[in-house]
């Protein structure tokens, strides 16, 4: 919530260990804004993977994720469109009459 009011947007970079099972057994963040990484590091936590198989048998895999912070625009404001009596234009929905 902090990084949303501080419009601090961007990607963070996290390395994973994946267990037998293919959940993340560990995660150390690598790069990206202080302010994001325990997020990122909260989500990873959460990820599960399909277990990776060597000859067969399920194996511990070490890799490195990237999680990606944008900032959603704020929507644009209505326009109104001024109406003069007389002029044919109906009233906008911002205002009830002209």
Same mark, same amino acid.
Not at 7 to 16: C, L, R, T
Not at 50 to 68: A, F, I, K, Y
């Given at each position: 919530?902090?990084?949303?009011?501080?419009? +601090?947007?961007?990607?963070?970079?996290?390395?994973? +260990? +994946?267990?037998r099972d293919g959940?993340?057994?560990?995660?150390?963040?690598?790069?990206?804004?202080?302010?994001?990484?325990?997020?990122?590091?909260?989500? +990873?936590?959460?990820?599960?993977?399909?277990?990776?198989?060597?000859?067969?048998?399920?194996?511990?895999?070490?890799?490195?994720?990237?999680?990606?912070?944008?900032?959603?625009?704020?929507?644009?404001?209505?326009?109104a469109v001024p109406?003069?009596?007389?002029?044919?234009?109906?009233?906008s929905a911002a205002?009830?009459?002209?």
């Amino acid at each position: 919530m902090a990084a949303r009011q501080a419009q +601090v947007s961007g990607a963070v970079k996290v390395g994973i +260990v +994946v267990g037998r099972d293919g959940k993340v057994i560990s995660a150390t963040p690598i790069s990206g804004d202080a302010t994001l990484v325990q997020s990122a590091m909260d989500a +990873v936590r959460q990820w599960r993977y399909q277990p990776t198989l060597v000859n067969g048998e399920p194996v511990e895999v070490e890799s490195t994720v990237e999680v990606d912070y944008k900032l959603n625009p704020a929507p644009a404001a209505a326009k109104a469109v001024p109406c003069t009596p007389g002029s044919g234009r109906q009233p906008s929905a911002a205002s009830a009459s002209c």
